[in-house]
């Protein structure tokens, strides 16, 4: 089965001519060579730009390379925009399956015999069509008589399995490059495609999604920079999920916010702050914030709202992690380097014989050239290529948890180029992540800490005499049964050592019993074999 995907692949690709995408100049002879012999794979689409090859490429293949393309649609700073242009049509715009399929399977899931018996004005044509699922419009009959307007999602039939092809070659390519390739030890490929697994399968099921949307809402109940919509979950399975149907503007379509007067810079600004809050605050991050995903309310474009679709990946951090970035991006924002090489030290994500000064040097040479500039005047294509440098001259290790937050660090910075390019970045991300590091040490930390405890030491306060009372009555037994027991394993070791002094003497005397006889002194020989035999009833007896 890998084997056969794999040539598919390539075949794929090779029909597509995007062997167009490496400059000439980078191809071997033995490679251009190789590729005139596949004359049966020739690309068989001139007619389309190279683009539009790609982006046809990519779909052909499925769901794990369109998601693929999704992320590179948002890097206008490292593809071309002819590139760029064809790949932002797979955000939500992938060939759709048949609507009347759709509806049998909606039918199914929630055992209706007709899709009329819960929804009205069904829709079979698809209102938008992904990687993994499509949306199809209608109206929710409640119990009050009532309509409310509602998209139904629905996962493709049969993508499971092909899913799982594409993460079995995808597994068997990341042992070779563990094995083979100079980085493959640091760069970790096998625990970043098991992690990637666990979040491409954890996204076909839509209860999942569910549940993650309904989180997400209730973190940001109340707020003006983030709406989620409602999910109606007593109608939501595993392949089917019903949700309230918002009206924004696309996120992606500057030209209609630009004409309702929508203010650009805090739209941009509130997309920070939105991530931010999620990774820091809340530990429970939307991961799949390509511009397909995301839509601007319509009300108060002077006072402009996020609307976040389509929860079914979201990251998360532990305590650790956490406080290791945040103390991260502060130290950067503080152009304070030697403290970030510390962090990478004490984290232990960098070994330990590495030299602060050298490591906190190449970090400087990297990172410094990026500050007091926006957006549109920083190439983070080169920031990103000159930081993978320097983690493989210091064997810097992938760390797995982090990729999904390093891909919506993506996102982000892609949706701030697009939305408002003169953006500082950092001047934004700043103050909230030292206020965030300030509520995490000192007096107020404290007092957080003791009221989230308090209910569980108000619980057990009632047992504390009874709990003091049996430590100091069993406290002097388990301590004299631990005496003995040590007293004990001193007495064997001591045995054991006895044992292995004689066995050594028994075979010394053997062998110089062997070397006596060999050389006709019999006596000597007869001796050292008695001498040799004592010491191994001896080493037996102990």
Same mark, same amino acid.
């Given at each position: ?173 990341? %042992? ?54 409602? %999910? ?8 089917? /999920? ?46 799949? /914030? ?23 990946? %979201? ?170 027991? /040590? ?56």
């Amino acid at each position: 089965m890998r084997i056969s995907r794999f040539y598919q692949i390539q075949k794929t690709l090779l029909q597509y001519g995007l062997d167009e995408l490496i400059p000439a100049h980078w191809q071997p002879w033995y490679a251009k060579l190789l590729r005139r012999s596949a004359f049966w794979l020739k690309n068989r689409y001139p007619e389309h730009s190279l683009g539009a090859r790609l982006r046809l490429a990519l779909q052909s293949l499925g769901p794990v390379w369109i998601k693929f393309g999704q992320m590179l649609s948002t890097r206008r700073d490292l593809l071309p925009a002819a590139l760029v242009d064809e790949l932002t049509i797979l955000q939500d715009n992938v060939a759709p399956f048949p609507g009347a399929e759709a509806q049998t399977l909606i039918e199914q899931a929630l055992g209706l015999g007709n899709i009329d018996e819960l929804f009205e004005h069904f829709s079979q044509k698809p209102l938008a069509s992904a990687s993994i699922a499509q949306v199809h419009t209608a109206q929710l009959k409640q119990a009050d008589g009532s309509l409310a307007d509602v998209v139904i999602k629905v996962i493709r039939p049969g993508i499971r399995k092909q899913i799982e092809a594409d993460l079995a070659l995808m597994d068997s390519l990341a %042992v070779m490059a563990a094995r083979f390739l100079p980085d493959g030890k640091r760069l970790r490929p096998r625990e970043v495609v098991a992690e990637y697994r666990k979040t491409i399968l954890d996204e076909l099921d839509l209860q999942r999604e569910a549940a993650n949307a309904i989180q997400l809402r209730r973190n940001f109940e109340h707020s003006d920079s983030l709406y989620i919509p409602f %999910v109606y979950a007593d109608y939501s399975r595993h392949n089917v /999920m019903v949700m309230e149907r918002i009206y924004g503007i696309p996120v992606s379509d500057i030209a209609a916010l630009e004409a309702q007067g929508t203010n650009m810079e805090l739209l941009a600004k509130r997309g920070v702050e939105v991530f931010f809050t999620q990774v820091f605050r809340d530990s429970f991050f939307h991961a799949d /914030m390509h511009p397909g995903n995301i839509f601007v309310a319509r009300e108060h474009p002077d006072n402009p709202k996020y609307i976040g679709i389509d929860c079914g990946i %979201v990251g998360t951090l532990n305590a650790e992690d956490k406080r290791y970035l945040a103390e991260n991006f502060v130290a950067f924002f503080n152009r304070d380097y030697r403290k970030v090489a510390q962090l990478h030290l004490d984290s232990g994500w960098v070994p330990a014989h590495t030299k602060v000064e050298e490591f906190e040097s190449a970090i400087r040479t990297v990172c410094e050239p990026i500050f007091q500039k926006p957006l549109a005047e920083i190439s983070f294509g080169h920031v990103l290529l000159n930081l993978f440098n320097t983690a493989r001259r210091f064997e810097m290790q992938v760390q797995p948890q982090l990729v999904l937050l390093q891909k919506t660090l993506l996102y982000i910075e892609g949706l701030g180029r697009q939305l408002y390019p003169q953006l500082d970045l950092w001047k934004t991300a700043k103050p909230f992540l030292e206020n965030w590091v300030k509520q995490q040490v000192g007096l107020p930390a404290i007092w957080r800490q003791v009221k989230e405890n308090l209910p569980f030491w108000a619980e057990k306060m009632p047992q504390m005499p009874e709990l003091l009372h049996r430590y100091l009555e069993q406290g002097p037994r388990q301590q004299q049964a631990l005496l003995l027991q /040590m007293q004990q394993m001193q007495q064997q070791q001591h045995q054991s050592k006895q044992q292995i002094i004689h066995a050594i003497l028994a075979a010394a005397c053997l062998i110089s019993a062997s070397i006596a006889f060999t050389i006709s002194t019999g006596w000597l020989a007869a001796s050292l074999g008695l001498i040799a035999a004592l010491f191994t009833v001896k080493a037996l007896l102990i």
